[in-house]
């Protein structure tokens, strides 16, 4: 089974551009995380996808933030403009539905903004 | 607000030895705990669950424990080896709240050849 699949893997900006980050997530899964990552933090939950649905962004600042989840699969998460203090890995993880707790982690984007 | 604290931040220890990881959380109204490691550049794999009705599980050289009133979680590790070097987070899931985990910022792990 293939896993959670996250690209680009490095990214390094300039501060007031924009970036994209792509995740797939296991076949089937339902649920969809995106979480940041500051280096010697836990991840952070930014927004929980259910389907194409949000359930949870309260933690994703949407002033420069977004996501989103078209026909419920694959997902973006874009950052414009960036700022310094954005510099993270973004985590993207998925679920397959409400009968377990078991998040499966992709990679992670590492992005760091000068 | 939960809060989830690990301490310490960082632990060297030589290969072989036996050794404990430390988790606090504030609000003891969880639904479960989870014990992760990750490896630099890599996601997150879960290697313990532990549900709040439990008071510890094992799963090989691994054994976590669970005192939801005192809001604390350990990791046990045996016979440590080089390969266990990691990150390793704790995670608690609020009771009620939409599977959502909040995260201490993790211990990384040294184990010395």
């Known amino acids: 089974e293939a896993g959670v699949a996250q690209s680009p893997r490095y990214k390094i900006i300039e501060k007031r551009q924009s970036v994209a980050f792509w995740c797939n997530p296991i076949?089937?899964?339902?649920?969809l995380y995106w979480y940041q990552q500051i280096l010697g933090q836990g991840p952070k939950l930014l927004i929980q996808?259910?389907?194409?649905?949000?359930?949870?962004d309260s933690q994703l600042p949407k002033d420069r933030f977004s996501a989103e989840r078209l026909k419920g699969v694959d997902s973006t998460l874009k950052i414009q403009p960036a700022k310094l203090e954005d510099s993270a890995v973004y985590l993207c993880?998925?679920?397959?539905?409400?009968?377990?707790?078991?998040?499966?982690f992709g990679p992670g984007t590492r992005l760091t903004v000068l | 607000k939960q809060e989830v604290t690990q301490i310490p931040a960082a632990l060297s220890v030589p290969e072989g030895e036996n050794l404990v990881l430390n988790c606090s959380f504030t609000?003891?109204?969880?639904?479960?705990l989870q014990w992760f490691r990750q490896d630099p550049g890599k996601g997150l794999t879960s290697l313990l669950l532990?549900?709040?009705?439990?008071r510890e599980q094992t799963s090989g050289r691994l054994n976590a424990s669970l005192d939801k009133s005192s809001g604390r979680s350990t990791l046990y590790i045996a016979a440590s080896q080089p390969g266990d070097s990691a990150t390793y987070l704790c995670?608690?899931?609020?009771?009620?709240?939409?599977?959502?985990?909040?995260f201490g910022s993790g211990t990384q792990l040294t184990v010395l050849p």
């Open positions: 993880a998925s679920r397959i539905s409400d009968s377990t707790d078991t998040q499966y």
């Open positions: 076949s089937g899964h339902a649920t």
């Open positions: 996808f259910q389907n194409n649905g949000v359930v949870d």
């Open positions: 609000d003891s109204a969880i639904y479960n």
């Open positions: 532990i549900q709040s009705s439990q």
């Open positions: 995670a608690v899931r609020r009771a009620g709240s939409a599977r959502q985990l909040t």
